[in-house]
């Protein structure tokens, strides 16, 4: 079994700045990928920010706005949001998938309100 905690959303207003950590515990486990998600009320969830085999991508709305970032040896993965906007309102997802099996773990979710 693997938890992960997210922390770092908070409200901050149009143009600020947030950093979002996200913790992994439990048993060994390798990483397949890592990424953000975000779901804003009556929306559906969207991919933010992941990085799968060596491989980083953003979403278009966010690039250049955001930065994934991750510590191999802490098991975290991180998201720096600069410039943020209004539309960047949403619960924050932290989504590890593991190996072998696959499987996707995701966190409890952080709230991150940007006020214009």
């Known amino acids: 079994q693997v938890q992960l905690v997210e922390s770092g959303g908070g409200l901050v207003q149009a143009g600020g700045s947030l950093r979002l950590s996200c913790a992994a515990s439990?048993?060994?486990?390798?990483?397949?990928?890592m990424g953000w998600y975000r779901q804003a009320p009556g929306k559906q969830r969207e991919m933010v920010a992941r990085?799968?085999?060596?491989?980083?991508t953003y979403a278009d709305q966010v690039k250049a706005r955001f930065t994934i970032s991750r510590d191999n040896a802490k098991n975290m993965v991180y998201l720096q949001m600069n410039s943020l906007k209004p539309e960047d309102t949403a619960v924050y997802y932290c989504n590890i998938v593991t190996l072998p099996t696959m499987f996707n773990y995701w966190g409890q979710g952080t709230q991150v309100t940007v006020s214009s």
């Open positions: 439990g048993r060994p486990f390798s990483i397949a990928a």
């Open positions: 990085i799968s085999g060596g491989t980083t």
